[in-house]
């Protein structure tokens, strides 16, 4: 189902784009799988997309929340993707019955925890950023943090990722399956100065 309409210039073309809501279709799953790999670059070796993918599409599916920039109609392939998940929700699996009563204990997610784990390694060890990423038994009571996927083919023009991130707060508010999220984690590439590059006036401050 489209969303809104909208137009893309560039210096080659002009062409007319629609926002679509995310599904869990094989086009966005293929789709997503690529966006992964090509945002984690030489660290997609660490992370099994596949799992990863389907998790964040399951879970536009569960919030009703998620959208996508298409130039070619429904069926064509998303040029950008922006969608959330909870991470409370998602550190682990749902309880499961085990001779015909529920389980005490929750396992932990293997479709997320490596990429929460990814995550915390490039933080620093007194980060914030750790307490939000893998949250105790009692700060689980005063935060419900929301990892932001934001997905965009690297030619895309960066000025149509903010209607994304309007829709995604606002389909979020109106879901009945999204909780209060009080923190919200935006996930995007970095860049690491190498070699030479550090000596010609380009390093920049470390951020947590």
Same mark, same amino acid.
């Given at each position: 189902m489209s969303i809104s309409t909208f137009t893309i210039s560039t210096r080659m073309s002009t062409s007319q784009s629609c926002l679509f809501l995310i599904t869990s279709s094989l086009?966005?799953?293929i789709?997503?799988?690529? +966006?992964l790999r090509q945002h +984690? !670059?030489?660290?997609d070796e660490l992370i099994d997309v596949h799992p990863l993918a389907e998790l964040i599409l399951s879970e536009g599916v569960r919030l009703g929340s998620g959208s996508s920039v298409k130039t070619d109609g429904e069926e064509s392939d998303p040029w950008a993707l922006v969608a959330a998940v909870d991470i409370i929700e998602n550190r682990v699996c749902p309880r499961y019955m085990v001779h015909g009563m529920w389980s005490l204990t929750r396992q932990e997610n293997p479709a997320f925890k490596p990429f929460l784990d990814y995550l915390i390694s490039?933080?620093?060890p007194n980060s914030p950023l750790r307490a939000? +990423?893998?949250p105790s038994s009692t700060t689980t009571q005063t935060i419900r943090p929301a990892l932001?996927? !934001?997905l965009r083919m690297l030619n895309l023009p960066l000025p149509l990722i903010p209607p994304l991130y309007?829709?995604?707060m606002?389909? +979020?508010k109106d879901s009945v399956e999204a909780p209060n999220f009080t923190h919200w984690l935006i996930w995007g590439r970095g860049y690491k100065l190498e070699g030479s590059e550090e000596g010609m006036g380009l390093d920049l401050n470390p951020v947590a």
């Open positions: 086009i966005y799953r789709a997503v799988k690529r +966006l +984690l !670059s030489h660290d490039t933080t620093t939000i +990423l893998q932001v996927f !934001s309007k829709m995604l606002s389909e +979020l």
